[in-house]
């Protein structure tokens, strides 16, 4: 029996054991003996919180939805006040971590959904969840600078896209072991910032109006010096005209 003060430190135990396993060395290659001697556990509490190493799983998945704010967004948003810049704050976190790590940091949502078989549905579920919570920071960002970006600019998909460079950049810096990847696409990503902030900032600027012409006076006919016009003499008419 499992008494009400273990419930909750064995279960956190349990998660944040398994969050670091899956982590460093991916799900498939972490077994429940590892998670348990980590947590400090015995089995039977394994199995009295989680019925599988999925459901462990799903509850470790939750837990990176929950602290994204706590843990990435939130101290960058602390430091940083430019919306804009707040988004390169968050991957300058990710190129933090994989300096701290000598390029063998990886995004753990990312290795997870690379890894996870597609039949394991409830999961892809959780992983798509947790990238939708990322994108979603990063389109708040966007929406508050909306007045410096092109009208018709769709956030939604910039987002994603941003996502798209994060995880490529850490993928590849990973598997180079060199952030040389990481940097080149954070930097084509600023590139393609500025452009929409000059497309955006020549929209926004006023048209030059063009000098109206001026409008001709008509000419009149000028006589040359020493010359009269003269009009065809009319014909007198005699009494003796038919």
């Not at 290795?111 to 039949?119: D, F, G, H, N, V």
């Amino acid at each position: 029996m499992i008494s009400r003060e273990e419930t909750g430190g064995t279960r956190e135990r349990l998660i944040e054991a398994a969050l670091f396993l899956f982590w460093e060395r991916g799900y498939a290659a972490t077994g429940v003996a590892e998670i348990l001697e980590r947590a400090k556990a015995r089995s039977g509490s394994f199995y009295y919180f989680f019925p599988s190493k999925e459901d462990l799983l799903l509850a470790v998945l939750q837990r990176y939805i929950d602290t994204l704010e706590l843990v990435v967004t939130g101290p960058v948003f602390a430091q940083i006040e430019d919306p804009i810049e707040r988004i390169f704050g968050i991957l300058t976190f990710y190129r933090q971590n994989l300096i701290a790590t000598g390029c063998t940091y990886g995004c753990p949502i990312g290795r997870l959904a690379l890894e996870i078989p597609e039949q394991q549905l409830k999961v892809h579920g959780m992983l798509a969840a947790n990238f939708a919570g990322w994108t979603f920071a990063i389109e708040q960002c966007l929406l508050d600078a909306k007045d410096r970006l092109p009208p018709d600019l769709n956030e939604r998909t910039l987002a994603q896209f941003v996502l798209t460079v994060m995880e490529g950049g850490v993928m590849q810096a990973r598997t180079h072991r060199s952030l040389g990847p990481f940097d080149a696409s954070v930097r084509h990503l600023r590139e393609y910032f500025d452009l929409l902030l000059e497309q955006a900032s020549r929209a926004g600027m006023p048209k030059e109006e063009k000098p109206k012409p001026k409008e001709e006076k008509p000419k009149q006919g000028k006589l040359k010096p020493g010359k009269i016009k003269r009009g065809k003499p009319q014909e007198r008419k005699t009494p003796n005209s038919p």
